[in-house]
């Protein structure tokens, strides 16, 4: 299964992702970035894969991935 892949060194939490998202499936994380920026977060058990967040997104945060849990790999980075 695919699941939208969080590169979270690059969000620069416009919330654009999440002010878009159908089914209220990003939330942000506690700790920053390297940035300076609280980064996107995707709730797997919730998230369609509709894609919109790839599309809204200015900075190219997300990406469609094989889920790692399948392939032993990470989801962010
Ligand atoms: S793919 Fe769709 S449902 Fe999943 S996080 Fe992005 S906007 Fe939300
Ligand atoms: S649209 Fe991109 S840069 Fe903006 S909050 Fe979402 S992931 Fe971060």
Known sequence: MEIMN????RCKQCYLCAQHCPNEAITFSEVLNTAGYNYACVNDEICIRCGICYIMCPDG?????K??????????G
């Not at 969080?6 to 060194?9: A, F, G, H, P, S």
């Not at 889920?67 to 962010?76: A, I, K, T, V």
């Open 61 to 65: 945060v997300y990406s469609i991935v």
């Open 6 to 9: 969080v590169k979270l060194e």
């Open 67 to 76: 889920n790692p849990s399948e392939n032993g790999g990470l989801q962010n």
